[in-house]
């Protein structure tokens, strides 16, 4: 194991999206499937790892909604607070996996509560500025954001105009 693996606190993986639908519940016999839904605006698939605390938070959410990963219509390159977009989080522990042979392990995740704990947190964050950020806007209405559940298998349909990702490590 690397220096740099142990410190770090959380991956993230970033996609803009024209529009995004998250399954968050499947269906059973007594219900159908549940969905959530984003417009124009990005796909933040987040991972955190042992030692991660809400200290790093404020700089992950600042980072990610400051970075200039969506086209405008005018073709300039603009933040999603700046689009103005919305996002849709995306828990994905497979983020922190680690090959081993053939497989995969995940030795280095963060345990289950105190995951789901920083996963609340950075939702609550993420609103919090996103609707700081476009509270002035006319088009802020149609600006979410949704989120998947933590620690469930999900399906995730996703609409873009290029498959502009980005790996972000804090």
Not at 51 to 79: F, Y
Not at 111 to 136: M, P
Request: aromatic residues 6%.
């Amino acid at each position: 194991m690397t220096a740099k693996s142990c410190s770090l606190a959380a991956r993230t993986v970033l996609q803009q999206c024209l529009q995004a639908r998250l399954q968050i519940k499947p269906a059973d016999e007594h219900s159908e499937a549940q969905f959530v839904q984003i417009s124009r605006g990005m796909v933040i698939y987040i991972c955190f790892f042992k030692g991660a605390t809400e200290d790093i938070l404020p700089k992950m959410v600042s980072t990610l909604l400051n970075l200039r990963l969506s086209e405008s219509t005018t073709g300039k390159m603009v933040s999603v607070t700046e689009l103005p977009g919305s996002l849709l989080i995306v828990p994905q522990a497979t983020l922190g996996g680690k090959a081993k042979g053939k497989g995969m392990q995940y030795h280095n995740n963060i345990n289950k509560e105190d995951g789901l704990r920083l996963y609340q947190a950075f939702i609550s964050l993420c609103e919090k500025e996103l609707t700081a950020a476009v509270a002035s806007v006319e088009s802020a209405a149609e600006v979410t954001v949704k989120h998947g559940t933590y620690g469930n298998r999900q399906v995730l349909q996703l609409d873009t105009n290029g498959p502009y990702t980005h790996l972000m490590e804090f």
